[in-house]
């Protein structure tokens, strides 16, 4: 029997995550923060990185004392136009909202700003912080490198993290662009998420340590930890639709993550120290702001970007296609679809919704029960 997904107000899921997070001794401003960067993934239908990652990556690896709730942010170097932060495995949203801000601030004073972070830990959506600097008429990029899940092309081990590279910019337009993806066909929260709904991962996601395409979900979440399957980089398996491409730039953003700040890169990132013991994962990140009135008149940016997309979107489609979409465009249209609605949650996220707020006593209840 299919599972119904049942909807739940944005704000109310908001100030659940806010208070479950403070009943685990966040600051009550940090708890915010933290709630606040995932309940927007699910705004913008994002579903992989917002409230059904609250739980198994955030309170379990509290839980498991892998992720420090108290977050001391160390400037380790700063210049005018540059800073690196040690985040001392802290809290990603907080450690990488404060590092974006940094970079905005020197990009509003100097025209640009680059902000690299070491020793942090998983920063939610991606999206959240060039959005950031699009809201001060800037463009912003953010990456991040990850556990190992990613094997590079012709081999089998995962040793890339999914390491997005984001971009936002502003727009003339409803909506920015907002280019945010990983550097795999696919990421792991899509393949948790499949596994949430049963079903199973389209071929050429997953390679086997024997180089076959892997499809079957639940094993395959295991087999990624154990290191007995890997996600393939953008372009697929091999060479033949151009899977170098992905690979390098899951490169490009490991060493932007790690050798700037002097962090953990690859196999060091898994989680876990020599004896098999779950640790804290020492990601890093790097927050760049470019301020566009440096360049241009603000407002004639945004006319030119937003008259590129709208070309490209009135461009000739292909047979049987109904529209032309440009990057941030189905994030928009989610939101509005949404906006009245909440979001969507299916059987497994009721269940963790209820346990999480009788283990806390919170005085919630949803309208699902």
């Known amino acids: 029997m299919k599972d119904k997904i049942t909807w739940v107000d944005f704000d109310i899921l908001e100030s659940f995550m806010t208070d479950v997070f403070i009943e685990m001794d966040l600051p009550k401003e940090d708890a915010a923060v933290a709630a606040e960067v995932l309940i927007n993934a699910d705004k913008m239908g994002i579903d992989s990185h917002g409230i059904g990652r609250f739980k198994p990556i955030y309170v379990d690896r509290i839980d498991d004392g892998i992720l420090n709730v108290k977050t001391k ?21 907080v450690i990488s909202k404060k590092a ?5 601030n020197k990009a509003e004073e100097y025209g640009m700003g680059m902000v690299a972070v070491r020793n942090s830990s998983h920063y939610g959506f991606a999206g959240y912080y060039p959005l950031m600097a699009v809201e001060k008429n800037m463009i912003g990029i953010t990456g991040t490198n990850a556990r190992p ?21 502003p727009t003339d337009e409803k909506f920015p662009f907002l280019l945010d993806c990983a550097t795999s066909i ?11 709904e049963g079903k199973e991962t389209p071929a050429g996601w997953v390679i086997g340590r024997d180089g076959s395409a892997r499809t079957d979900t639940e094993q395959i979440l295991k087999d990624l930890v154990s290191g007995n399957a890997a996600l393939s980089p953008l372009g697929g ?37 020599k004896e098999g013991n779950k640790q804290p994962y020492h990601l890093g990140h790097f927050f760049i702001a470019i301020n ?20 490209l979107r009135n461009s000739e489609k292909m047979p049987g296609a109904e529209k032309i979409f ?3 465009e189905k994030e928009y249209i989610t939101w509005k679809e949404r906006e009245n609605k909440g979001a969507p ?3 497994v996220l009721r269940k963790q919704l209820i346990e999480l707020r009788d283990r806390f006593s919170l005085d919630y209840k949803f309208d699902f029960e």
């Open 73 to 93: 942010v160390d400037i380790v170097k700063e210049s005018p136009t540059t800073a690196v932060l040690d985040g001392n495995d802290g809290i990603g949203h």
């Open 100 to 104: 974006m801000n940094m970079a905005i």
């Open 149 to 169: 899940s990613i094997a590079p092309t012709f081999g089998v081990e995962n040793m890339l993290g999914t390491n997005p590279l984001t971009i936002a910019m």
């Open 186 to 196: 696919s990421q792991r929260g899509k393949i948790e998420k499949l596994a949430r």
């Open 237 to 273: 398996i091999g060479e033949e639709l151009a899977g170098y491409k992905g690979y390098g730039y899951a490169t490009v953003v490991e060493i932007l993550s790690a050798a700037l700040q002097g962090g953990i890169f690859l196999k060091a990132l898994s989680g876990y120290d």
């Open 292 to 311: 566009v009135e440096n360049f241009i008149e603000v407002e004639e940016f945004k006319k030119r970007s937003g008259e590129i997309l709208r070309q």
């Open 326 to 328: 440009t990057a941030g």
């Open 345 to 347: 949650i299916n059987k």
